[in-house]
């Protein structure tokens, strides 16, 4: 990670468009800690990249100083895989909703974790799709209500702690946006780890889902106990669901150190005899007629 040698102040990383969240959303207090974190790292703007897919909270690039690549629906996290392996040196952080990042693209996310790929996603859950005007996401609970879904959803809700837990991530948090501070805190510690972090936060819809409203997640946000083992797999599993008892864990469920995806390219490369000196333009050079 690089950093500027100067610190800037939260306000600094915020760039001149608004945000153009409802009055009210989650989103505005994950955006405020992320500022605040990039902040307290040094973050530097002209190496960092934030990259999302689509939906209300991948227009987060638009709102920060970094560079920024919003992409297509559900394919943010291989966009920002081929970014961090053609240029290492860039820190690369990934931000969508429950929808973008385990409907269509849930089929990245195993992928990307058992790889330790060396990036950052922050997902904000609010188990709706919001920007599409209300129907039910992967996250939504079963029997909701919504407008796809007027007799009530059939599907079981995805739990996005343990999916990402069994495939592999190094780094596994969940935070709540009305918490702005722990977020903070959790965003800086997935940022300075090397691998694959995933950090899941409750970002509340107050527009459309009427049912996974602030009020609902007052008496159910728990925080994780101080001394739980963050290295302890199964502890992090167990964890993990307890959303079946109807609790919701805040705070640091898993962190384990582990070669990165670009460690192990780099292992095969010294194998296969590259030089030290590898330059990729010298090797493209050498097909010109």
């Not at 559900?74 to 990934?94: F, S, T, Y």
């Not at 702005?180 to 107050?206: D, M, T, W, Y």
């Not at 290295?231 to 805040?250: F, H, M, V, W, Y």
């Amino acid at each position: 990670m690089t950093t500027v040698a100067a610190p800037l102040k939260a306000k600094d990383y915020k760039s001149t468009i608004p945000p153009t969240w409802c009055p009210g959303c989650g989103d505005y207090g994950v955006l405020n800690a992320v500022l605040k974190a990039f902040a307290d790292l040094k973050i530097d703007i002209d190496n960092t990249v934030l990259v999302s897919g689509i939906g209300c909270s991948s227009r987060f690039p638009y709102f920060v100083k970094t560079y920024g690549m919003h992409t297509a629906h559900g394919r943010a996290l291989p966009v920002a895989a081929g970014l961090k392996l053609a240029r290492p040196d860039q820190e690369v952080i990934v931000f969508g909703g429950d929808g973008d990042g385990f409907s269509i693209g849930g089929g990245h996310v195993p992928h990307i974790a058992r790889k330790n790929t060396d990036i950052t996603y922050i997902l904000m859950d609010n188990s709706i799709y919001g920007l599409t005007k209300g129907q039910v996401s992967p996250t939504s609970s079963t029997g909701m209500v919504a407008s796809t879904t007027p007799y009530g959803a059939p599907d079981n809700p995805v739990n996005p702690l343990a999916f990402c837990l069994a495939y592999g991530a190094t780094f596994v948090a969940q935070g709540y946006s009305s918490k702005a501070k722990a977020v903070q805190e959790l965003v800086k510690k997935a940022i300075q780890h090397r691998g694959f972090s995933f950090v899941n936060i409750i970002s509340p819809c107050p527009t459309f889902n009427k049912i996974n409203t602030f009020d609902y997640y007052k008496d159910l946000i728990e925080e994780i106990p101080d001394d739980h083992d963050s290295s302890d797999l199964n502890a992090a599993l167990a964890i993990a669901l307890k959303a079946k008892e109807g609790k919701t864990p805040t705070g640091l469920l898993y962190q384990v150190e582990a070669p990165t995806l670009v460690d192990r390219l780099n292992d095969i490369r010294k194998k296969a005899g590259a030089s030290d000196n590898y330059d990729i333009n010298k090797i493209i050079d050498t097909y010109k007629p």
